[in-house]
C-alpha cells in the first residue's frame, strides 16, 4: 500500500464525506465542517478545497449564496461585468486570495506586485494602509511615489461607487481567506485521512487513538465512533496488547499507555 498512489476519485470516499462521517479526518471534525459537507455533497477534490475554504471567518458569511448559486448559477449576478471570469469558478462568490489579487489586476490594472502588497495589507489587517488603497484601486495612480503605476477601476468603466463597494467586500473578505495553493494541500491531507478512514477503518482509527494516548475526552470520542462503525474495541491484555493501540484489520485492541499509572519501562518489560 502507498498513500502517494490512492485514487483521489474515489467515490466511496466522497460518499462518506457527504454524510459528515468525518470524525478524525483532517480538518472536517468539527459540528460546523459536518454540516458544510452534508450540504455541499463534495464529488471531487476541488469541492474539498472550496469546503475549507469557505469555513473561514472572511468567506463564511457567503456559504448560503455559495451553495444557493451552485444550485441555480443561471440567477448569479455580479457587481460589474469583469468581475464575472474571475467569479465564476466559484459562482460568484470571493473564496481565495488569488481572486482579489485578480480583482485588482483586472479592474484596476495592478501589477502582480501590487496585487500581492494588497492582499499582504489585508491579510495583516494594515487598515491605514488600506484605505490609502482604496482611491489608487478606484481612481490610480502615477506611480510618482515610488509604488507601481496603475490606471484604477474608473478608467476601466467602473462607476466609482461599483468600485468602492467592492473594494469594501473584499476588506471584508480577504483578512481571513485562504489562498487557494494552501487549502489545496489541506484538501489533499484532508482527502488522504478520509481514504484511510473509508477503506481501513479500524487500523486509521487505532493509529488516531495513539496519537492522542494522553487525551481521554479524544480517546473515548474515538472508541464511540468504532462502535458505530461496529468494529470491536478489545480490552487490554497482558499477553495481547502492546503500548499504542492495534489493530489486526477488523478489532482494534486497547494500548497500555492509555491506562494510567503504567510507565513506559513496565509496559516495555510485559510487551517483551
Do not use: W
Not at 107 to 116: I, V
Not at 212 to 229: E, G, H, M, N, Q
Amino acid at each position: 500500500f502507498s498513500l502517494d498512489k490512492i485514487s483521489l476519485h474515489d467515490s466511496a470516499v466522497y460518499a462518506m464525506m457527504s454524510k459528515g462521517d468525518t470524525t478524525g479526518v483532517f480538518q472536517f471534525e468539527s459540528a460546523g465542517m459536518r454540516s458544510i459537507l452534508k450540504r455541499l455533497r463534495p464529488q471531487n477534490l476541488v469541492d474539498l478545497t472550496i469546503a475549507l475554504s469557505l469555513y473561514r471567518p472572511g468567506p463564511r458569511s457567503s456559504i448560503d449564496r455559495y451553495l444557493a448559486n451552485r444550485q441555480e448559477p443561471e440567477k448569479i449576478t455580479y457587481a460589474h461585468p469583469l468581475l464575472e471570469p474571475i467569479l465564476r469558478p466559484t459562482y460568484g462568490c470571493m473564496i481565495y486570495q488569488e481572486q482579489v489579487m485578480e480583482i485588482c489586476r483586472v479592474l484596476s490594472g495592478y501589477s502582480y506586485g501590487r496585487a500581492d502588497t494588497v492582499r499582504h495589507a489585508m491579510s495583516k489587517k494594515m487598515k491605514e494602509k488600506m484605505e490609502r488603497e482604496r482611491q489608487v484601486f478606484i481612481y490610480g495612480c502615477d506611480g510618482k511615489d515610488g509604488t507601481s503605476p496603475c490606471c484604477g477601476a474608473v478608467a476601466n468603466g467602473v462607476p466609482a461607487e461599483t468600485a468602492n463597494a467592492i473594494f469594501d467586500e473584499i476588506s471584508a473578505f480577504a483578512s481571513y481567506a485562504f489562498n487557494k495553493s494552501h487549502a489545496v494541500a489541506y484538501a489533499t491531507l484532508a482527502y488522504q485521512t478520509a481514504y484511510l478512514k473509508c477503506h481501513f477503518p479500524a487500523q486509521f482509527t487505532a493509529a488516531l487513538l495513539t496519537s492522542v494516548i494522553d487525551d481521554s475526552t479524544k480517546i473515548a470520542l474515538y472508541i464511540d465512533d468504532l462502535a458505530r462503525l461496529k468494529i470491536n474495541v478489545l480490552s487490554p491484555s497482558v499477553n495481547e496488547s502492546f503500548r499504542a493501540f492495534t489493530s489486526d484489520g477488523k478489532s482494534v485492541r486497547f494500548g497500555l499507555l492509555a491506562i494510567k499509572n503504567l510507565g513506559y519501562n513496565f509496559i516495555d518489560t510485559i510487551v517483551k
